[in-house]
């Protein structure tokens, strides 16, 4: 699909919005550059993704964090690394033109090409209304972060694409995600993804359990409508904006 960069950007024209960036400003940093063994599978970079095509601002497949999120990060990957475990990371530092694609994409209600798989129970109409995608995103601020644990030993990137499974199957038929299990997949537009939900296999619950309890150890609070977003209590830009495109490593 083309992007209709003009229309997208326009719609980020807020109050708040930095919206003419297109450099990273200071104080940001690719997470690589503070711990490389951190996994990254930026899902908005590429397909595999509840829109189902690369969403607008992601020029690179990387996390770009604020410095202090990602220190934070490197603090709990270094917790978990004792226990033979790694992070995962899905998605970062996020464009405010990523966000109002997104909200372009949630008002075209004759595209359900990926409803099967992330939100197989829900009505596209009411993602918004349900909490799960917003006009304003505290990604956007540079310090919430997408994340879930790994084995360390495992094979990086994991074989196999998303899918034929719904977000809310069980973990075999899913797709490998190469995490451990946390009762769904990343991005389920479901009450299942709720980070107290009932009707989630205890082992699921468990590793859950751990990520917000690391993740908490390090200053991060959780969403209780998804397991795995979590924001930084003491970001260091709470009421900013930012619309730059995610540059790759490397570059500023």
């Not at 690369?54 to 220190?71: D, H, K, M, N, S």
């Amino acid at each position: 699909m083309v992007m209709r960069w003009p229309t997208v950007l326009a719609a980020v024209l807020i109050s708040g919005t930095a919206s003419a960036q297109t450099a990273m400003p200071s104080g940001f940093v690719h997470l690589a550059e503070v711990n490389a063994s951190i996994r990254q599978d930026i899902r908005y970079a590429g397909s595999r993704n509840f829109v189902g095509r690369p969403i607008a601002g992601y020029r690179a497949a990387e996390c770009v964090l604020t410095r202090e999120a990602a220190q934070a990060l490197d603090r709990v990957q270094k917790s978990l690394a004792a226990r033979g475990l790694t992070l995962v990371v899905w998605d970062c530092y996020r464009p405010a033109s990523a966000v109002a694609d997104f909200m372009a994409w949630s008002r075209d209600l004759s595209d359900q090409r990926q409803r099967a798989i992330f939100y197989p129970a829900v009505e596209k109409r009411t993602l918004t209304s349900d909490g799960y995608l917003s006009a304003r995103s505290t990604h956007s601020r540079g310090s919430t972060v997408d994340l879930g644990i790994a084995p360390a030993s495992g094979g990086w990137p994991p074989s196999g694409s998303l899918g034929p499974g719904a977000c809310t199957a069980p973990a075999a038929q899913r797709g490998n995600e190469g995490t451990l299990d946390f009762g769904t997949a990343y991005d389920c537009f479901d009450p299942l993804s709720h980070g107290a939900a009932r009707g989630v296999a205890r082992e699921a619950q468990a590793n859950r359990r751990m990520l917000a309890l690391a993740m908490a150890a390090q200053g991060f609070r959780a969403y209780a409508k998804e397991w795995w977003h979590f924001q930084l209590r003491n970001e260091p830009f709470p009421t900013q904006t930012f619309d730059f495109p995610i540059p790759p490593r490397g570059m500023r």
